[in-house]
């Protein structure tokens, strides 16, 4: 299945969220492709939407090859990457931590973190392909009190998708295609959502 763009995904993942109906529901979207998604699925059900900040760690040679993820809670890292430096580590987890703080602000103001204890918190971005972003999403959420966690996105790759099925209560995926080359590919417009158009979609 390809998707005209993330409001058409968010449109085709409606069906599985439905089952969630009569539950106290809140939608953490993942900044800043996974907004648009949250958004057309919180209005939907009338659930409340917030935001769950995660960013991914650059290996030190190549910036764009993810070795983990930080959240304003938790690291998340490759087990592969054993030989890059634990003060490497130390240096882009602080660094990425007052990045997320900022963001927070910029996209949230002063509002408090949303109230997520006892509640069915479905976290929701527009695909998955090496996991570890959701993964720093899923750990910050743990003994959070929460009565349940969802994961719900358009795509993702079934090489990681499997490690997920035992963190979390339901996992909703539209499509895990052999070839899977990145989360784009499965759109036809993939434009950049931008911070203003995510502060946009949080205060209407």
């Known amino acids: 299945m390809i998707f005209e763009n993330r409001i058409d995904a968010a449109q085709h993942l409606i069906s599985g969220l439905e ?3 009569g539950e106290n529901v809140v939608v953490l979207a993942i900044p800043r492709g ?5 958004y057309v699925i919180a209005k939907y059900f009338k659930w409340p939407l917030s935001i769950l900040l995660t960013k991914k760690i650059g290996h030190p040679m190549n910036k ?16 592969g990457n054993r030989e890059v430096p634990d003060s490497y580590i130390k240096s882009e987890t602080q660094n990425i931590r007052k990045l997320l703080q900022e963001r927070y602000h910029r996209f949230l103001g ?9 509640k069915t918190v479905v976290i929701v971005d ?11 999403s899923i750990e910050m959420l743990k003994n959070k009190g929460t009565n349940k ?3 719900a996105v358009p795509v993702a790759s079934p090489r990681i998708i499997g490690s ?4 979390v209560d339901e996992l909703i995926v539209l499509e895990t295609p052999d070839e899977f080359m990145g989360v784009g ?20």
């Open 19 to 21: 089952k969630f109906q």
């Open 185 to 204: 590919q499965f759109y036809v417009d993939f434009s950049e959502v931008t911070d203003d158009d995510v502060v946009k979609y949080l205060n209407d």
């Open 110 to 118: 002063n509002k408090p973190p949303i109230n997520i204890k006892g």
């Open 126 to 136: 527009d695909g998955i392909a090496t996991g570890y972003t959701m993964q720093a």
């Open 149 to 151: 966690i969802v994961v």
């Open 34 to 38: 996974g907004v648009p998604l949250g």
């Open 164 to 167: 997920f099925k035992n963190q």
């Open 64 to 79: 764009e090859y993810a070795i983990g993820a930080v959240s304003l809670e938790t690291v998340v890292l490759d087990p």
